[in-house]
């Protein structure tokens, strides 16, 4: 039931006559997942919280940097450096106390993935790579959940919602249905690569959290089998449509899931050859540092810095020009964030300039985190 301050606070809902008192209490009660805290899950998590969304789960383990403020308006200049989860959940309680926040400070993986998503009702995925779409796609098909889908790159964003249950008792098309095979991540870059229009999350962050009300409410038209297209560049729009491909969206086992290497499946930089494990570069490091150069490919002030790695810093764009910086005598060992772009580096530097001693440090950043750092 609906408090007095809540029905005044939701007045305008209430008001209108698809959704009224019982779709509010049906907003109240449900349980909503935000995976990703970040461009995406900013939007997302403010329009659910003044919807008065029940309980609202976030995973998240990054912090903020100063490059996220140009999009992400959860996070003020004061929160540089902070944990994202802990700024977002302060700022959203004062935006609406009667919405309960769990958070998950954690790096979602095919280990815990199942234990947290099983809680929750719909999920949103805000996340930006495909590994960690692939992933909670099939856990959320595993689990009979209703995935809400968004992406961004420049100036374009999706949306579409999967595993949906129609009324002939079947499921909708599923993530594998829309993109049976992953590109490779030289072609697909991620925002901090290429960049995104500031106000592109929020338009997409936007329609997300209207799908997931559409979807609790049991209102209006779900973008089930329904890709939505739009670019802010021309304002141009437009769906297409999809099937469900039965044998691409079956559900997996929980064991195949567990043991499923989704950086592998999605040709990340892990099968690669020339690499090297951050366990492998941390014995490195203690045993032979004076024969190791480390060169950070990633954007100036690109947070987090790891005081282990500090050494040269050479932005992407900028590496063939300085490629005399990088000693032809040592084990040289590129990183970025997540070792898509270090990669990248890798392989320009191989070809236009010869290096035969360069090595890929496997999940960058985040994994050293993720492993050695936790």
Not at 164 to 182: A, M, S
Request: proline share 4%; net charge negative; charged share 20%.
């Amino acid at each position: 039931m609906l408090s007095k301050e809540e029905i005044k606070r939701y007045a305008r809902h209430i008001q209108l006559s698809e959704i009224g008192t019982k779709g509010q209490e049906k907003l109240k009660q449900a349980r909503v997942l935000v995976i990703g805290a970040g461009g995406l899950g900013c939007p997302v998590l403010q329009y659910l919280t003044a919807a008065g969304i029940g309980t609202i789960g976030i995973v998240e383990f990054d912090k903020v940097d100063v490059s996220n403020l140009q999009r992400q308006l959860l996070y003020t200049v004061d929160d540089i450096g902070k944990p994202k989860i802990e700024c977002a959940i302060k700022r959203l309680i004062s935006q609406n106390p009667f919405v309960n926040f769990i958070a998950h400070p954690v790096h979602l993986s095919n280990n815990n993935a199942l234990d947290i998503i099983t809680d929750y009702d719909v999920i949103i995925d805000g996340t930006d790579n495909f590994a960690t779409r692939y992933m909670i796609n099939d856990a959320c098909v595993l689990l009979n959940k209703i995935l809400v889908y968004g992406s961004i790159n420049k100036f374009e964003g999706h949306v579409s919602v999967f595993n949906y249950p129609e009324k002939n008792g079947q499921r909708g098309p599923t993530y594998r249905c829309l993109f049976p095979e992953p590109p490779s991540p030289e072609s697909s870059p991620n925002c901090s690569e290429v960049g995104v229009l500031g106000v592109l999350p929020g338009v997409i962050g936007a329609m997300q959290a209207n799908e997931a009300i559409k979807i609790i409410t049991e209102t209006g038209t779900v973008l089930s089998g329904q890709l939505m297209m739009m670019n802010l560049l021309n304002m141009q729009q437009f769906t297409v449509s999809f099937i469900r491909n039965d044998l691409l969206s079956a559900p997996i086992t929980t064991d195949k899931f567990k043991t499923t290497d989704y950086d592998y499946f999605c040709n990340s930089s892990s099968e690669h050859q020339d690499e090297i494990t951050v366990e492998e570069l941390q014995v490195l490091l203690k045993t032979n540092r004076e024969g190791v150069q480390l060169v950070d490919v990633r954007e100036i002030n690109e947070y987090p810095f790891i005081e282990a790695l500090k050494e040269l810093q050479i932005p992407l764009n900028t590496i063939l020009q300085h490629a005399d910086k990088i000693n032809l005598n040592k084990k040289v060992v590129l990183y970025c964030k997540t070792g898509a772009r270090s990669y990248k580096a890798l392989e320009l530097l191989k070809k236009e300039k010869g290096f035969t001693n360069l090595y890929n440090l496997q999940g960058g950043v985040e994994e050293w985190l993720n492993i050695i750092d936790e």
